[in-house]
């Protein structure tokens, strides 16, 4: 797409997120990250700062640090998600929610476990008024509301 487009084209930078986002699955954070960053540049030039794809771009930024253990990078990249998300959306989107929920991963992976419930809960609130409460995008709500419960010891509120 490069020699049809030339190396600034929206298109090019629909590539460089697949390619990133191959290179997440097979677990080559640095090369993802790369390209992830190819795309954001790509994307902020063409479409300013507030547009899904430069979200798109910041939230698999934020899960490829999750991944690496970086968790400042990550919490500053779901932030920049959440911001554009939430001006683009309102609070109450699916999109929004999974914001919430890496978030809440950030947190429990940093033993942040109140704010990690809390972030839980949002994109579970979120989640069951959109799809109800037997969706599957429900369950990772639930573990994670639970994990937190259990590392806080907190046994009967983790099996509830």
């Known amino acids: 797409r490069i020699h049809k487009y030339g190396?600034?084209?929206?298109h090019v930078a629909q590539c460089y997120l697949g390619i990133g986002n191959v290179y997440v699955e097979q677990t080559r954070y640095e090369d993802a990250l790369e390209n992830y960053e190819n795309a954001l540049e790509i994307c902020i030039d063409k479409y300013g700062h507030n547009h899904p794809y430069v979200e798109a771009c910041y939230n698999n930024i934020a899960v490829v640090y999750l991944n690496q253990s970086r968790y400042e990078d990550a919490l500053a990249n779901y932030e920049k998600a959440f911001q554009i998300r939430i001006h683009k959306y309102g609070y109450n989107h699916p999109?929004?929610?999974?914001?919430y929920f890496g978030i809440?991963?950030?947190y429990w992976n940093q033993s942040r476990y109140e704010d990690a419930l809390a972030n839980y809960e949002n994109a579970l609130e979120i989640r069951i008024h959109k799809y109800g409460r037997k969706h599957r995008h429900i369950t990772p709500c639930y573990l994670g509301i639970g994990n937190v419960?259990?590392?806080?010891?907190?046994y009967e509120d983790a099996l509830a």
Do not use: L
């Open 7 to 10: 190396r600034r084209h929206h």
């Open 95 to 99: 999109d929004v929610a999974q914001c």
């Open 104 to 106: 809440g991963k950030v």
């Open 149 to 154: 419960y259990w590392n806080q010891a907190r």
